[in-house]
Nanobody
């Protein structure tokens, strides 16, 4: 299992931007990497996922057009570019890794089940 470390969280005003990074101790050309968001007192939900081999991406409807998931050329780091931030984007953001087959379908890629490695999380707070 890969060891994942997130960074880049912080505070921002509505309409602002943040970039989150997830550094993996090991990487694969066939992995499904995702970012999950957990608002205070709420369940964890997938916001974006990427297949490291095909670069296929999936997004939660609430973030389409505002958040972009990408990976470094070495595939060791996954990014989440967050633009046009909204207060409802507030929460703890976790990076997760799974076998590449999980990225065959959006429902699986953005679901919690199936991910075997998780980071410790980074906090994002958006004020209105």
């Amino acid at each position: 299992q890969a060891h994942l470390v997130e960074s880049g969280g912080g505070s921002a005003q509505a309409g602002g931007s943040l970039t989150l990074s997830c550094e993996a101790s090991s990487f694969s050309d066939s992995a499904c990497m995702a970012w999950f968001r957990q608002p205070p007192g709420d369940e964890r939900e997938g916001v974006a996922a990427i297949h490291t081999g095909t670069n296929t991406t999936y997004y939660h409807d609430s973030v389409k057009g505002r958040l972009t998931i990408s990976q470094s050329r070495s595939k060791s780091t996954v990014f989440l570019q967050m633009n046009s931030l909204k207060p409802e984007d507030t929460g703890m953001y976790y990076c997760a890794a799974a076998n590449g087959w999980l990225c065959l379908h959006a429902t699986d890629a953005l679901g919690v089940v199936g991910y075997t490695s998780w980071g410790q999380g980074t906090q994002v707070s958006v004020s209105s």
